[in-house]
């Protein structure tokens, strides 16, 4: 490839960087989105399962940052473009540049929460001033390409003045570190500003949460076994966003509207000083699969979601309850289930600490008994009364179920998958949980490879307290293991006396069913 080739698409690469670092800057400076973010939004909103399900699958639980990065090599791969067409039609690059700051401009706008007009035009800025500057640098730095190295002084080739002083590659490189050191910098610095505008960790400590010194009793404890209460730190995560939204407490509402009859705005102050109570709640997502670890069971303090709705008024025939959050996420569950004496809570705080941030904070919905995608908004801000049918929230038209009741679950912690333990006997242990139905018994069965499991005893586990009807239970049996190949597999009945079901299905639309199962083999 001809040295100029390789310049063109540096300097075209170059100059898209420059372009998306002051988009960057001027996100940062003006508390906007920025594009390369706000593109990353609107895939994960509005892409094609298949695509989520490819980016997820190609990077794991890194399916956020890879699909930042995704956008942003193929806006540089677009720079490139730029570049090589850059030279014999600067035309078409000038137009390359003017749709990239338009595109920009409209995934920014698009992507600010519906509640701000001016927030959504001031998005708008970055994009077209970076695509601006990107323009003028790509000019300059194709000129520097352009500059011939200075030939060997011979005989009577007259030298141009211009390359005499400056060598060709040195005046590109110059101008080109010059591109990606500003580039650099404006990126920094925007991505700092952004996240010093808000400070979420200063709020919460801020925040005199009592009510955290509630102790549980009746754990089970073993290595390995989930603990009785999840840590928030090791509490999974669900969300849309790309980047956790930074909630300013002293600007934030919560709003109760739509079919009520006295519609009210709480600050955050006041919602505090409502009567509260704190509820062992288990919260897990409709798309964990049997088996998996997208479940978790923690202390809720926050203001009963009842109390709220009486006070608002709650008219006849509206039938469904709307959560929305500030990044215009929505849930959506019956009415009835915010009433019918289940302990749903607005919560601010988790295990005896102020909401975290990638948890909600300042306050989320957390609701017993149905899955997070209709009922656990984070960031919560809006809760709107309306019909059943006048609505669908976010996850409903991708696909998933309106009705979000969690089915009944267990999970075998101990041993792993797949492990080898010797003869005698083996501790088997997990946790089970049925929404708001509580747990009332917990059964294992160990099948030797190969023989039908019909013949073989279900063993009955040892359960934790229940600290409500509304958390999992750990459990642990005790199973006496002979040499062999085994299959483990777990089954919960509920408080009800419903067995959970050994028919399998995947997670969607409605959440997964079927016995966890484990191989085990043992040998002395
Ligand atoms: N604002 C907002 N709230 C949200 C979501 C979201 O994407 N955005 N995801 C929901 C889903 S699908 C689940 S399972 C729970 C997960 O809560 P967690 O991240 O605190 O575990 O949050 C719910 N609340
Ligand atoms: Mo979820």
Redesign the pocket.
């Known amino acids: 490839m001809q040295t100029r080739t390789i310049r063109d698409g540096i300097s075209g690469l170059l100059a898209v960087a420059l372009a998306l670092g002051i988009a960057e800057l001027i996100a940062g400076l003006t508390g906007a989105v920025a594009p390369i973010i706000a593109t990353g939004d609107l895939l994960i909103d509005h892409a094609p399962g298949w695509f989520t399900h490819f980016v997820i699958g190609l990077l794991g639980k890194k399916d956020k940052p890879a699909l930042i990065a995704l956008v942003t090599l193929a806006t540089l791969g677009v720079g490139v473009a730029i570049g090589l067409v850059g030279r014999s039609r600067p035309s078409r690059a000038q137009i390359g540049f003017a749709v990239l700051g338009a595109v920009g401009a409209a995934v920014a706008t698009f992507d600010t929460p519906a509640s701000s007009t001016q927030a959504a035009l001031v998005a708008a800025f970055g994009p077209i001033i970076g695509a601006t500057l990107g323009w003028q640098a790509l000019r300059l730095l194709l000129l520097a390409g352009t500059i011939e190295d200075a030939p060997a002084p011979s005989g009577d080739t007259p030298a141009q003045p211009m390359t005499r002083r400056i060598p060709g590659r040195r005046a590109f490189l110059g101008f080109a570190a010059v591109a990606a050191g500003a580039s650099a910098t404006s990126f920094v610095a925007g991505r700092k500003l952004a996240g010093s505008s808000v400070d979420v960790e200063e709020q919460r400590r801020a925040l005199a949460i009592n009510a955290g010194t509630q102790e549980v009793n009746g754990a089970l404890d073993l290595n390995g076994l989930s603990p009785l209460i999840t840590p928030n730190k090791d509490?999974?995560?669900?969300?849309?966003?790309l980047t956790t939204?930074r909630v300013d407490v002293a600007k934030w509402r919560l709003k109760v509207s739509g079919m009520v009859e006295r519609p009210f705005e709480l600050t955050f102050d006041e919602l505090l000083s409502l009567p509260s109570r704190e509820e062992v709640i288990t919260?897990?997502?409709?798309?964990n699969e049997v088996g998996g670890d997208?479940v978790?069971n923690a202390r809720w303090l926050g203001v009963p979601l009842a109390d709220l709705l009486n006070r608002a008024g709650v008219k006849s025939g509206a039938t469904q309850v709307v959560?929305r959050?500030?990044?215009d996420?929505t849930?959506g569950f019956p009415t009835e289930v915010a009433l019918d004496g289940r302990p749903a809570l607005v919560a601010y705080a988790?295990n005896g600490e102020a909401l975290p941030g990638?948890?909600?904070f300042p306050a989320?919905?957390v609701v017993p008994g149905l899955?997070?995608?209709v009922?656990?908004?984070?960031?919560?801000t809006e809760i709107e009364l309306t019909t059943w049918e006048a609505f669908d929230a976010?996850?409903i038209p991708r696909g998933w179920s309106k009705n979000g009741p969690i089915k009944t679950q267990s999970r075998i912690d101990v041993p792993r998958d797949g492990r080898t333990v010797k003869p005698g006997r083996v501790a088997v242990a997990g946790v089970a949980w049925a929404g708001n139905r509580s747990i009332s018994k917990v059964e294992v069965r160990a099948r030797k490879r190969g023989e039908s499991g019909d013949s073989n005893p279900w063993i009955t586990a040892r359960l934790s307290e229940a600290l409500s009807g509304n958390a999992w239970r750990q459990w642990i049996a005790e199973w006496d293991a002979q040499a062999g190949d085994y299959l483990i597999e777990v089954r919960a009945t509920d408080g009800k006396g419903d067995v959970q079901t050994d028919k399998y299905h995947r997670s969607d639309p409605d959440g997964a069913t079927g016995w966890h199962q484990i191989d085990v083999r043992v040998r002395a």
């Open positions: 509490f999974y995560r669900i969300d849309t966003t939204p919260l897990t997502c409709v798309s997208l978790g959560g959050s500030v990044d996420f849930v988790m990638p948890h909600g989320r919905l899955y997070g995608y009922s656990a908004t984070k960031w919560l976010y996850w």
